[in-house]
Nanobody
């Protein structure tokens, strides 16, 4: 009953933009930190951004800093990842994740083992 669903991926040209969505059901997303991760074929999963449930703010990996923006809409129970100035090396499957609500995961980190609820992923391909 606790579920995350990503959407918004697709094929874009270098320099283009996409907005990914992470919709939560079965719990209130506003009470938990949410992270975005990506995994390219043959590579390790990479934490790229996360947002805290508090006013502590957000965190970005150096590889996306200045190009990606994470935000949340509590009314829609959804977290977004706005991706601008996309590069071919951004090509990957993108996942959103959080921890079980009763664990009170409030302040986000970019370390995968901290997350135990994952979406199914959405493919992002950047190519000319």
């Amino acid at each position: 009953q606790v579920l995350l669903v990503e959407s918004g991926g697709g094929l874009v040209k270098p320099g283009g933009s996409l907005r990914l969505s992470c919709a939560a059901s079965g719990f209130s997303l506003s009470n938990d930190a949410i992270g975005w991760f990506r995994q390219a074929p043959g590579k390790e999963r990479e934490g790229i951004s996360c947002i805290s449930s508090s006013d502590s703010g957000s965190t970005y990996a150096d590889s996306v800093k200045g190009r990606f923006t994470i935000s949340r809409d509590n009314a829609k129970n959804t977290v977004y990842l706005q991706m601008d100035s996309l590069k071919p090396e951004d090509t990957a499957v993108y996942y959103c994740a959080t921890d079980f609500p009763d664990r009170q995961f409030r302040q986000c980190v970019l370390s995968g083992p901290q997350y135990n609820i994952w979406g199914q992923g959405t493919q992002v391909t950047v190519s000319s």
